[in-house]
């Protein structure tokens, strides 16, 4: 499905549609209704900030595991805003979220809440490519030579990808169905070694 919105080309990735279906069906409690809602408030941060700093955005595709933007070339310091954007929308929205609980005696945000924060704190990880990850090399490319950045984001990410997974596999083993901690430790070690070659 393709369409135009403000001279951006916006495509919609057939595996998206398959992806929500699967969750939707799948899921007992609700929770992936809140985790698309968060994942759509976290790509809409990247967008907002990107428009926001004045960058030209030409190609937008929605595919399963987030937005593919093409858009026009940015600095590093832009790109460690834009980069950040996404968990800080989620952030804001968790302490909307939170207050109106508070205010309104509504329970039933919380989960919404907690959600969003973990999506945050699952991307402000400095693994490569999570958005703190990104930051963070882009922090390093402003420092360093490319090689000796790309090098130290490696290793960065392998520090923190080791106790990720290990966390992961202690999920499974508690809650004896819950992959989905050990599924994204496998898919960024994957995506972290391409990226290494």
Do not use: Q
């Not at 987030?66 to 790109?79: A, K, L, N, P, Q």
């Not at 990850?133 to 990410?157: D, P, Q, S, Y």
């Amino acid at each position: 499905m393709t369409f135009n919105v403000r001279g951006s080309h916006v495509s919609v990735n057939f595996f998206f549609f398959v992806t929500i279906c699967v969750a939707l069906v799948l899921d007992k409690t609700n929770t992936a209704v809140l985790a698309l809602c968060a994942a759509a408030v976290h790509e809409l941060g990247h967008l907002i900030c990107m428009l926001c700093l004045g960058e030209r955005v030409s190609n937008i595709c929605v595919a399963p595991f987030g937005f593919c933007i093409t858009r026009s070339g940015s600095s590093c310091r832009r790109e460690m805003c834009i980069a950040v954007a996404g968990p800080a929308a989620n952030l804001i929205v968790a302490a909307i979220l939170l207050c109106a609980m508070w205010l309104c005696d509504a329970k039933g945000l919380l989960k919404a809440a907690v959600v969003n924060i973990s999506l945050a704190v699952f991307n402000l990880l400095p693994i490569e490519p999570l958005d703190c990850g990104r930051a963070v090399h882009c922090w390093l490319m402003c420092k360093m030579n490319t090689a000796k950045a790309e090098k130290t984001v490696f290793i960065i990410g392998v520090i923190f990808l080791v106790p990720l997974a290990a966390l992961g596999f202690l999920v499974l083993i508690e809650s004896k169905y819950n992959i989905t901690l050990l599924l994204a430790s496998v898919y960024l070690t994957f995506t972290l070694l391409k990226r290494a070659e």
